[in-house]
């Protein structure tokens, strides 16, 4: 497999060490924040061709590769140290030039690792499209944090910062990591992993031979302000030399939990719980790793925390694999009364190929009215802004087909159609604020709904370990009008792979 860095290298010198006893495919695109990587779609079809289970399809790894240039050894302890740039250029209904600084560097031994990546960036704002779901990723939130000014405007960014301890059959880790939960191609309904970073106070995964794999977490949120405008203020608590207020900051938490099991060589089911909420008297519910959060929610009365509870499977025949989630939001499927249920689900067929196609596949997704969103706006199912699951948010539907291909030369490429059918809702809608409608005699398809399609063709060429070129033309049809999408990014590395052993 190519030496490339993950998703979390954001560009212009950017470092990167992980574990190196662990041959595991970076998760996501470098140069697109929804898009899952070339490597880690090589690296599921390779699972086809050896004699080991298939790998658990619903998680992602702590762990990403081992291949740095710059690579420090001491006994059993690592450190490696990786050195790039990304340059690139997004243009759609209008354009967008930007370049980016990372820093990336870990640590590794029989028993721990720890990683770390810092991001620079020019501070122009990040291209929106009718779909958006080409992105390179830059945290940019008006009020969030002030550009730097110089000759040139830029920010800084903090996408992963975590230390995580093995032994044997349990890793344990703390700090700002991606994680995913789901099968899907497109995206995952419960955690997509493509929102910026929050704070895992623990992530707690334990695995039972090759039959379960458990995992939970606790993590902060740091968006509280981005919810001043939808709360009132009346308690003050005042810093006397600036009048600042300091009430008006409330701490967000989340929580989940997750049982995967392996029922013979071919199906996988997984069950998980996670729950978004506020305040000291709800972090005592929640933060217990062993708790069953329906039943901490209704032993406390107040329904400020918003549950979501959902399943997925994976069947695999050969190298056809079969796949669904369902999500449940607000778990009142065992009430007649009150907020009633909000759902989505997804299922999708995909087939790993030999030779030159890696994986080809169709998905279908519906996301139903108010999913993500809760009456206690600081337990609504997001991050800054954008929701924890399904990244486009909710009221929609969406038909996609690909394929994903792997040419001589080191040339990957990808072809994909995407039907999207998209209501009025967003996360911010409430139910109770909207009267409460009848939602279990609702339509199915999102009423007032706006019907765009969108194609994607990519191709990735690295003709060098140390230099990789990208580019996406994405044509947009939305009401008769057509866009076309143009982007492209280059990224360099440091060439070669030194090894300095001290003993």
């Known amino acids: 497999m190519r030496k490339t860095i993950s998703k979390f290298v954001a560009g212009l010198f950017c470092f990167a060490v992980v574990a190196f006893t662990q041959e595991i495919a970076p998760l ?60 690139g250029y997004e243009r759609c209904s209008s354009s967008n030039r930007f370049a980016a600084l990372s820093g990336q560097a870990a640590y590794a031994s029989s028993f721990l690792n720890a990683f770390v990546s810092v991001d620079v960036y020019t501070t122009e704002s990040r291209l929106e499209s009718p779909v958006n779901d080409i992105r390179y990723e830059r ?41 995913r939960w789901g099968p899907g191609y497109k995206g995952t309904l419960g955690l997509s992993g493509t929102t910026f970073s929050p704070f895992y106070y623990y992530n707690l995964q334990l695995e039972f031979g090759h039959l379960l794999h458990m995992a939970a977490f606790l993590c902060g949120y740091d968006d509280e302000s981005t919810y001043r405008n939808e709360l009132q203020i009346i308690e003050t608590m005042t810093v006397k030399s600036n009048d600042l207020n300091l009430k008006s900051f409330f701490p967000r938490y989340g929580a989940g939990q997750r049982l995967e099991m ?83 689900f997804q299922l999708g067929c995909a087939y790993y190929g030999t030779e030159m196609l890696v994986q080809t596949g169709m998905e279908y ?52 159609a995407n039907l999207w059918i998209e209501g009025d809702g967003a996360i911010e809608d409430d139910w109770y604020a909207d009267g409460k409608p009848d939602l279990d005699h609702a339509p ?48 360099l590395e440091l060439p070669g792979k030194h090894l300095f052993d001290f003993k």
């Not at 765009?452 to 990789?468: G, H, R």
């Open 28 to 87: 996501f695109s470098p140069f697109n924040q929804y898009e899952l990587s070339y490597e880690a779609h090589q690296y599921v079809r390779e699972s086809f061709d050896d004699s080991m289970p298939s790998p658990w399809f619903s998680h992602s790894p702590v762990i990403l590769r081992p291949h740095y240039p710059l690579q420090l050894s001491a006994g059993e302890q690592r450190l490696g140290l990786d050195a790039g740039t990304i340059l």
């Open 444 to 491: 199915y398809w999102p009423e007032n709904s706006t019907t765009i399609f969108s194609a994607i063709l990519s191709a990735q060429y690295s003709p060098f370990s140390w230099l990789t070129y990208c580019f996406y033309w994405e044509p947009i049809i939305r009401e008769g009008t057509v866009q076309n999408g143009f982007y492209t990014y280059l990224m």
């Open 139 to 179: 945290f940019i939130r008006k009020g969030a944090q002030e550009p730097i000014t110089g000759v040139f405007d830029f920010r800084f960014n903090l996408p992963e910062a975590y230390i995580a301890s093995h032994w044997k059959f349990i890793t344990l880790s703390i700090g700002k990591q991606k994680l």
């Open 262 to 344: 392996r029922l013979g060589n071919h199906l996988q089911i997984s069950l998980y719980e996670l729950v978004d909420f506020f305040g000291s008297n709800e972090l005592n519910r929640f933060a217990n790793p062993l708790q069953i959060y329906y039943l901490a929610n209704e032993a406390s009365g107040t329904n400020n925390a918003n549950l979501l509870g959902g399943m997925d499977f994976n069947l695999v025949f050969n190298r056809f694999r079969l796949y669904g989630e369902f999500l449940n939001d607000d778990i009142t499927v065992m009430e007649q009364a009150g907020n009633p249920d909000k759902y989505a």
């Open 365 to 416: 997704t519906h996301v139903a009215r108010y999913v993500y969103g809760h009456s206690r706006v600081l337990s609504r199912h997001a991050h800054w802004g954008e929701p924890m699951g399904w990244p486009w948010g909710n009221y929609q539907d969406v038909f996609t087909a690909y394929a994903v291909c792997r040419f001589p030369y080191n040339i990957n490429g990808k072809i994909e």
